[in-house]
């Protein structure tokens, strides 16, 4: 992979991913159907495949993992933001790239905000992001190792 997040590429998987709601709609029938689940992630695994040409179903499924866990940790934040009294203008930001294309999943992170959930914390699967502030934090180091790394 070269230094450059092909986006256009991550908006088709993004786009592919919410018409696929066994894959993360929790509540839905199709969630459980274990059958439907295989068939879905394969064809997110030919989408992914134009990202990542070695990519198999459990890199997927990490990936999808760490993009839950990523746009949750955002969403978390803003709440935080919220409650703490922050007038509009100190509001967070997100600074995911790709907040917006995962909003589908917003009712499903509302959800699962008063139970464990899975998290994975290994900075080399998560998507690169775009900060809206100066200098680099320590997240947002780990998730544009990944550049480097692959």
């Given at each position: 992979?070269?230094?450059?997040?092909?986006?256009?590429?991550?908006?088709?998987?993004?786009?592919?991913?919410?018409?696929?709601?066994?894959?993360?709609?929790?509540?839905?029938?199709?969630?459980k159907d274990k059958?439907?689940?295989?068939?879905?992630?394969?064809?997110?695994?030919?989408?992914?495949?134009?990202?990542?040409?070695?990519?198999?179903?459990?890199?997927?499924?990490?990936?999808?993992?760490?993009?839950?866990?990523?746009?949750?940790?955002?969403?978390?934040?803003?709440?935080?933001?919220?409650?703490?009294?922050?007038?509009?203008?100190?509001?967070?930001?997100?600074?995911?790239?790709?907040?917006?294309?995962?909003?589908?999943?917003?009712?499903?992170?509302?959800?699962?905000?008063?139970?464990?959930?899975?998290?994975?914390?290994?900075?080399?699967?998560?998507?690169?992001?775009?900060?809206?502030?100066?200098?680099?934090?320590?997240?947002?180091?780990?998730?544009?190792?990944?550049?480097?790394?692959?």
């Open positions: 992979m070269t230094g450059v997040v092909d986006t256009e590429a991550w908006r088709e998987f993004f786009s592919v991913l919410q018409t696929l709601p066994e894959l993360w709609k929790n509540e839905a029938d199709v969630f059958h439907k689940k295989k068939i879905a992630l394969s064809k997110l695994l030919e989408v992914y495949k134009s990202i990542d040409g070695n990519a198999n179903e459990d890199t997927v499924k990490k990936r999808l993992q760490n993009i839950r866990s990523c746009y949750r940790r955002e969403c978390k934040k803003v709440e935080r933001s919220r409650k703490s009294g922050a007038g509009v203008d100190e509001e967070y930001v997100p600074t995911l790239w790709y907040f917006d294309l995962v909003e589908f999943l917003r009712d499903q992170e509302i959800q699962l905000s008063g139970t464990s959930t899975v998290d994975l914390d290994d900075g080399d699967l998560e998507l690169p992001t775009e900060t809206h502030e100066p200098g680099p934090s320590r997240m947002q180091f780990r998730c544009n190792l990944n550049l480097l790394v692959n």
